[in-house]
């Protein structure tokens, strides 16, 4: 309600960055900061989770495909440049060595160009998801069975990463020194990746906020909601459910492009069926519908595994099945729902679908 | 305001460790729960067992060793979360664990960039020496590569490779192509499943078809139940086709049931069955410690070993500075179960005893065949002429 | 010749352990649109069940057979719980559903992990069911013509139930429209929880005998849990029938796929496959048509 | 005559049973032609089939175009607007947010992803039109089914749909507002077909310029009120006796 | 038979249908009446247990005449004791045969064949579509189909939600003569909520108007009725 007002709006924005700029880098050890830094990579996927599940109604439980994408393409800039650093032009990545790879790989040979990276970043999940998206959404596959397809979708390409040793494997790809030039070990070098993340973090929620609030944002819910009928006053819906997808692709690409130099590694245990649920759990638990729901329930959400897991290491998964079960039982709204206060008018129920 | 750039030194990172109490703080890092677990709680008790001893025998330099425990939960990232918090949150002296090639690379560069020390326990696929990790388990020439000259000798003149898809698998074929190659082996196939997959059916039936003399298998994990269900119900014998294992010991030999495995063959360091005064008191202590039924295995003997040889080190060098520890750590040594270990002070690795061991009635493995005492660690091949250009990263 | 005989029964006996992982699956998501993620951990259970019947019973074939009803006893009484405690609140958020049951998985297998220890266990195979047969020039494991059996027996008798007992009406009649089957004198608590508990049952059915050819422990089952939900949407939600011909289907795809590449790409393929299928049969192979718009 | 849609021999076929079988029908501007029929007549799959939502054999032209085999939402592009048996609105949307997106197919993407500042003029006038100006800022969900209907007449009317198939649009209301649901078909029929399904012949002989009967997939008879009412087989198969007919008539 | 005091219920935490006492005496025939959204169906709902009843209680006569309080009591249970429900909008299980719609509520009954027979001549359209899928059938056969569901239950009190929308007109008049006939056979009370006012008003002996969930009249259905019903909807 609040944020539905300009005012609101810009006082939200500049509250949360008073926090992530001022409180946050002043109060957090620097090993904690980066934690933050990680954490908010996931609060941007889950932003796009909620713009695709809360507001199109699409559960896409396959984003660690395209967190992925992102974090592996990031990761190949840097291991290029750290190996052209060290030995000049065309050298091979440290790692290649190991799986017996003596020739860099042609398609790896781009990825030394920041400007060509970031426009894969950019491009190339967001394409991927277009094509799959009218693939799958064109034949009006839909609701569980697309869950469970994009569920199918994130263990093929975690095995198929597994099997690419010129992508380091089942290793992945870590042990980077630079970023973009500048030394990754350095603390203040850290510091900054933390405000770049938490820069991203706020665009991200404003063209969020950008898109629910336009005639677009409306046609997405009238598609969740009506699919059929949306196409009896002559919109392709698909291409509606397309446009949402693509972006949460491309809200969790560039999620992925920074966690790469913030956590130092990327490797398919990462991006699989089990990390892509973890997102998803964010966002449910923060309310699906809301739009700083997301946001909250997955930083609250990793919060919690890293608190549960340092202080009960061998018994913290107890507590996590428990807080999922019961916050998602309990509050269908997610946490978003107890801020809400009574409603105004009676509201049917949001769709589960 | 901008930090380092490349090129630039970076300042080194302050250490946090505080030795002025009675107490010292080492970080015990195990996946305790996601699929490896079922391998690194072993680990786990392994390290807390020499810790214990090590306090009961007076501590190091006097001070009492305190277990610092965090769960890798099966996900690197979570493992270099964990090792950063282990070492800039709780300050500890050294981290002990990591299993899969994959934990252990995902924490290296926290290790370098803090300027602190990993014991990593577990036999792998080489081709790495970082000043600040200790490698206490098998490098490829301690094991792969003693196990190939065994089957060679017995006469083995045609192999088939089945492993995991991942990195020490992979490595592991590629060593073992090339050593076939120069041997004059033939090698008949090389299939790789998914982890933790159970379909061998296809293979299965490949690998008889093939006819191979004996099968190298650097399957991970629950697989190898599958693996070796489906080799026996196939007809398939120790006898006209052996299977040489890399990565199975006494836990897992449980799990598949022995009357699938009996006369097969695995490769490495230690056995429970080692026939020695430090190994008969090891294995009492660990069976005291966490029941007469638990079983001790080789990663469980280089983690308890890492330990003391950590300990040694810090004797040595009269001081839990990671400086002073790196600079003591050549020669030191400890009369472990399996035998003598040394630490190689240029490669971080140490001297380890090879042995092959077949699988008895028992669910144990006895060894039929040990190197001739500790092998020297050779972890970039660089003394076998056939492996000329598999290893030379650095 | 050989091979393509080879092929033809690994696809059978591959497609029947699918469809035994499965078939409870297409009851409780087929039917009861229900996500149970904790499906793979019912399993699981089931291949405990196997074990401690082993460890009590001794002789490994009489506790095949005791744990196979034994199985079903309990992976059932825990979807019961599971239903009563929480599905029942969630009918009408199916998503929802799968993001409650995958906290009940975490938290079983961290109860397994507990109660049988980290490291796999051991089910003997019974000495019946040792070896292979040989049929048509390939050597075929008994176990798996087992697996093949029970798979049959189980799929004979969900569609004998579904289709023509009273049982099965009111089953099909609640997940149409359960305000309507109240209306019609159903209670459809019991029916839900009835359905729950026989899905159930089916997946720890299909953990004892996945004990023949697989590992027993904390992690198995979640191995299956992927390719099962696949099988169910290929053959179309809450088709027994789609469900039989998706699980051989697949079963034989990865088996083809695995002779000409590696196990690991056969994975990828098989997924791709299904992708493309699903563009000519969205609805998956055997579609139940309404005319409502949804 | 000023033909807005013409069927030729349409055929609907579902796995062997014929549903529709050989219809022509013509709509033309100006006129509320109703459809009416026995019950499985195959009257709402003929709406399905002009609508693209059955598959069939035969051709609907509107405007010398054919549609057969064209898309739905091509179909709705060209003027060809309908509404369901059960009203289908955007639930958790406000009645404007409903009209403003009925009004909208075809927006360039910029405008769909700018906000909106102020409602489309014809938005506000369908509003006042169909008798929710005072309910634009209420979720459609909470409309009461006949406002429902109306709120789905008024979204084919934003989207300029010049050719209406309304499936018993006026199921469920009261005698008074079936009375204004009546009035509002007339007037908007001015310059647009209409075609109405329905079972109510109060309505039908109320308010139809014309009457097409389906009788088990075919035309049964075709002409005005009195035309259609009169004729034995139309009296048999759907009106019943004429007897029974003159009881409904006045009930 | 029935006896509704001071029912409230509603949707979510709003309620619809304010505070309704009515009462339907054995063997007689209600029709309720309303403009739509009055909250007839709503309060239908809470009747057969649909819905919770927020506030009052719903009283049902067993077969020997004394009342019970079934407010708690969930659907199933008051079907079982003798309340039957033919909901709005043709509704039928969309995955069975009409058929096995029909043998659903049959099964369990000793009579149970019989009683499907005797509906079958009843509704004779329904014969050769007993082996389709109900979902694919037309509006009016399911209705007929819902109709016929819920007389094979044998009821002593019959809840019809508009029996005879989007009904062809010749079968609108069997349903209204059935609807007449069975409760002048007697051993049913008819609850009848009716938008066409001829039937509504010929059917029952009594009638309520609601008026955004509240009653705005009531009374026999006599001389005046229709014009004192038509001043009530008025407005
Ligand atoms: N998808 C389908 N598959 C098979 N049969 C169908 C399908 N859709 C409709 N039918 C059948 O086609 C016939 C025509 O149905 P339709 O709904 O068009 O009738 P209608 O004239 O609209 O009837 P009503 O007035 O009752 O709404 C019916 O017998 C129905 O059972
Ligand atoms: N599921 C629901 N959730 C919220 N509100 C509802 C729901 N169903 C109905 N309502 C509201 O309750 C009110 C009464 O609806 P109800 O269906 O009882 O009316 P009715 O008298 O049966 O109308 P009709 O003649 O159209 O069938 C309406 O305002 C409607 O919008
Ligand atoms: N180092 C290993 N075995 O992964
Ligand atoms: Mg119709
Ligand atoms: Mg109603």
Redesign the pocket.
């Known amino acids: 309600m609040f944020l539905k007002t300009r005012l609101g709006t810009w006082t939200g924005f500049g509250a949360a960055a008073i926090v992530l700029f001022g409180l946050a880098p002043l109060l957090l050890s620097g090993f904690r900061l980066g934690l933050l830094a990680q954490f908010i990579c996931y609060a941007i996927v889950a932003v796009g989770i909620g713009l695709a599940w809360g507001r199109g109604g699409m559960l896409t439980l396959g984003q660690g495909v395209f967190f992925g994408m992102g974090a592996y393409l990031m990761a190949m800039h840097l291991k290029m440049a750290d190996a052209e650093f060290r030995n000049g032009p065309g050298a091979v990545p440290d790692f290649m060595e190991l799986a017996g790879i003596r020739e860099l790989p042609a398609y790896w040979a781009p990825f030394s160009s920041p400007a060509f990276t970031i426009a894969m970043i950019l491009l190339l999940p967001t394409a991927f998801a277009v094509l799959l998206g009218l693939a799958v959404f064109k034949r009006r596959v839909k609701g569980a069975y697309f869950a469970i397809l994009s569920q199918a979708l994130a263990g093929a390409f975690a095995i198929l990463l597994i099997g690419q040793q010129s992508l380091g494997g089942f290793n992945g790809l870590s042990r980077f020194q630079y970023f973009f030039g500048f030394t990754l070990a350095d603390p203040v070098n850290q510091q900054m990746l933390y405000f770049i993340a938490a820069g991203v973090l706020l665009a991200v929620v404003a063209i969020a906020l950008q898109l629910r609030r336009s005639r677009y944002g409306e046609l997405l819910v009238a598609v969740r909601d009506a699919e059929e009928r949306v196409r009896f006053l002559g919109y392709d819906a698909a291409n509606v459910k397309v446009v949402a997808y693509a972006v949460a692709a491309l809200f969790a690409s560039v999620a992925g492009a920074v966690f790469v130099p913030v956590v130092g590694i990327i490797s398919p245990a990462s991006i699989g069926i089990v990390p892509s649920i973890m997102f998803i759990l964010g966002v449910a638990i923060g309310g699906r519908a809301s739009l700083v729901g997301p946001v909250v329930g997955a930083l609250a959400v990793a919060w919690a595994q890293t608190a549960l897991s340092e202080q009960f290491p061998s018994a913290w998964t107890y507590a996590q099945g428990l807080l999922f079960i019961a916050i998602i039982a309990l509050l269908p709204g997610g946490i978003a729902s107890v801020f809400k206060r009574f409603p105004t008018k009676r509201t049917p129920v949001e769709a589960a679908a | 305001a901008c930090g380092t750039r490349a090129g630039e030194e970076t300042a080194a990172t302050e250490s946090c460790v505080d030795t002025s109490g009675d107490t010292v703080k080492v970080g015990s890092l195990n996946s305790l729960s996601g699929t490896m677990a079922i391998s690194e709680t072993t680990v786990r008790d392994a390290i807390a067992l020499a810790v214990k001893e090590i306090n009961a025998a007076g501590g190091v330099q006097g001070k009492t060793v305190e277990i610092v425990a965090e769960d890798g939960a099966s996900e690197p990232t979570v493992f270099a979360e964990k090792a950063e918090k282990l070492i800039r949150e709780d300050c500890v002296a050294a981290v002990f664990g990591g299993w899969t090639s994959a934990s252990r690379k995902a924490m290296l560069p926290v290790f370098e960039d803090n300027d602190s020390l990993l014991y990593y326990p577990v036999q792998y696929e080489g081709l790495e020496a970082s000043e600040n990790i200790f490698y206490t388990g098998a490098t490829t020439n301690q094991q792969i590569i003693p196990a190939l000259d065994y089957l060679a000798e017995t006469g083995v003149e045609s192999i088939y490779l089945v492993g995991s898809d991942y990195v020490f698998p992979r490595t592991a074929n590629a060593i073992i192509n090339a050593y076939a190659e120069a041997h004059g082996i033939e090698v008949l196939g090389e299939d790789y499943v998914t982890l933790g997959s159970t379909e061998f059916s296809t293979i299965v039936n490949q690998v008889k078809s093939a006819g191979a003399d004996a099968v190298f298998n650097t399957l991970n994990g629950d697989s190898n139940v599958a693996f070796f269900r489906e080799y026996a119900n196939v007809g398939l014998t120790a006898e006209d086709m052996p299977v040489m294992s890399v990565s199975i010991a006494e836990e897992e030999v449980g799990g598949i049931g022995v009357e699938n495995i009996e006369g097969q063959l695995a490769a490495w360091n230690y056995y429970q069955t080692v026939d020695s005064p430090a190994n008969t008191a090891f294995v009492e202590a660990f069976k005291a410690e966490y029941g007469a039924d638990r079983v001790t295995s080789d990663p469980m003997e280089a983690a308890y070993t890492s330990v003391y040889l950590w300990a040694a080190t810090v004797e040595k060098a009269g001081s839990f500075a990671v400086a002073d520890v790196q600079a003591a750590a050549d020669g030191v040594s400890f009369e472990s179960p399996e035998g003598t270990v040394v630490i190689d002070g240029d490669t971080h690795h140490v001297t380890k005893t090879a042995r092959i061991g077949e699988i008895r009635a028992d669910g144990l493995l006895y060894t039929v065949w040990e190197s001739e005492g500790p092998i020297e660690p050779d972890p970039f091949l660089e003394g076998y002429d056939w492996a000329a250009g598999l290893g030379d990263t650095e | 010749m050989d091979l393509l005989v080879g092929q033809l029964f690994t696809g059978l006996s591959t497609g029947s352990i699918l469809l035994l992982a499965a078939l409870g699956l297409s009851l409780t998501y087929g039917q009861m649109g229900v996500i149970n993620m904790a499906h793979g951990e019912f399993i699981m259970a089931g291949c405990y069940t196997a074990y401690v019947v082993q460890q009590a019973v001794g002789d490994a074939g009489a506790s095949l057979l005791i744990a196979l009803p034994v199985g079903f006893l309990v992976g059932g009484a825990m979807g019961l719980v599971l239903e009563t405690l929480l599905i029942r609140r969630l009918y009408h958020r199916p998503l929802d559903t799968l993001l409650v049951t995958f906290g009940v998985g975490l938290i079983l297998q961290q109860v397994a992990r507990d109660v049988f220890g980290a490291p796999a266990v051991n089910v003997a195979v019974p000495e019946a069911l040792r070896g292979g047969v040989d049929l048509l020039g390939v050597t075929v494991p008994k176990t798996r013509l087992f697996i093949m059996a029970l798979a049959v027996v189980s799929v004979a008798a969900v569609t004998l139930v579904l289709r023509f007992t009273p049982a099965g009406r009111r089953i099909r009649a609640v997940v149409g429209n359960r305000d309507l089957a109240e209306t019609a004198g159903i209670s459809s608590r019991r029916v839900d929880a009835g359905t729950f508990f026989i899905g159930s049952g089916l997946a720890g059915v299909a953990g004892v005998a996945l004990t023949l050819i697989g590992s027993t422990s904390p992690t198995t089952g979640q191995s299956y849990l992927v390719d099962a939900f696949l099988v169910v949407v290929a053959g179309g939600m809450g088709r027994i029938k789609g469900a039989v011909v998706a699980a051989v289907a697949l079963g034989a795809l990865q088996a083809v796929f695995e002779t000409y590449s590696t196990a690991s790409l056969a994975k990828v393929g098989v997924f791709l496959v299904i992708v493309v299928f699903l563009q000519l049969r969205p609805q998956g192979l055997f579609t139940l ?3 409502s718009l949804a | 005559m000023n033909t807005a849609l013409s069927c030729k021999h349409i055929e ?1 076929d ?2 062997g ?1 014929k ?2 079988s050989g219809v022509d029908l013509e709509l033309a501007r100006g006129e509320v032609h109703f459809l009416i ?12 089939a002009i609508t693209g939502l ?1 598959k069939y054999s035969g051709s609907v032209v509107k405007d010398g175009e054919e549609l057969r085999g064209k898309k739905v939402h091509h179909i709705a592009r060209r003027g060809i607007g309908r509404t369901f ?1 059960t009203a289908q609105v955007f639930d958790n949307l406000t009645v404007a947010q409903n009209l403003d997106i009925a009004a909208g197919a075809g927006r360039s993407p910029w405008t769909l992803l700018r906000r909106r500042r102020h409602l489309p003029q014809n938005v506000v006038d369908t509003m006042a039109r169909i008798g929710l100006a005072d309910h634009a800022d209420t979720p459609a969900g909470v409309l009461a089914h006949g406002q429902k209907q109306w709120l789905e007449i008024g979204m084919l009317l934003v989207g300029d749909a010049d050719v209406l198939l309304l ?2 649009p006026i199921a469920g209301m009261g005698h008074d507002e079936r009375e204004t649901t009546g009035r509002l078909l007339h007037d908007i029929a001015a310059d647009r077909a209409v075609a109405v ?1 329905e ?1 109510d012949m109060d309505f039908m002989r109320a308010f139809a310029s014309r009457v097409t009967v ?1 009788h088990a ?1 075919a035309v049964l008879a075709s002409g005005s009120v009195d035309e259609v009412s009169n004729d034995p087989r139309v009296q048999e198969v759907y009106l019943g006796t004429a007897k029974e007919a003159a009881d409904a008539a006045t009930a | 038979m029935l006896r509704l005091r001071d029912l409230t219920c509603g949707y979510g935490r709003s309620a619809v249908v304010h505070g309704i006492d009515l009462e339907i005496g054995a063997d007689e025939v209600v029709s309720v009446m309303g403009h739509n959204g009055a909250g007839k169906t709503t309060l239908l709902r809470a009747v057969v247990g649909l819905i919770p009843a927020m506030r009052g209680t719903v009283e049902f006569a067993d077969p020997s005449g004394n009342w019970t309080d079934v407010t708690r009591k969930p659907t199933n249970k008051r079907v079982k004791s003798g309340m039957a429900y033919v909901p709005q909008g ?1 509704q039928c299980f969309a995955h069975l045969t009409a058929g096995e719609n029909l043998r659903l509520v049959a099964d369990g009954r000793r009579n149970g064949k019989a009683l499907v027979d005797s509906q079958l001549d009843l509704f004779p359209a329904l014969r050769p ?1 007993l082996a ?2 109900a979902g ?8 007929q189909l819902a109709i016929a569901r819920a007389l094979i239950t044998e009821p002593r009190l019959l809840i019809l939600d508009e029996p005879t929308e ?3 007109p010749n079968v609108v008049a069997e349903i209204e003569a059935t609807v007449v006939d069975l409760a002048k056979r007697g051993g049913l009370s008819v609850l009848l909520v009716e938008q066409h006012l001829g039937f509504a008003l010929q059917a029952a002996s009594r009638y309520y108007v609601l008026r955004s969930g509240r009653v705005a009249s009531t009374g026999d259905t006599g001389a005046e009725a229709q014009t004192r019903v038509r001043e009530a909807m008025a407005i």
């Open positions: 048509r309404t005319r | 609907v579902f796995d049973f549903a529709v029929g026995p019950n499985g007549a195959g009257k709402t799959t003929l709406v399905d059955a048996q499936d018993e399904v079972h389906l997939g | 043709q579509l389709r899928q694919l059938l037309s509006g009016g056969q399911r209705q989007g009904i062809q």
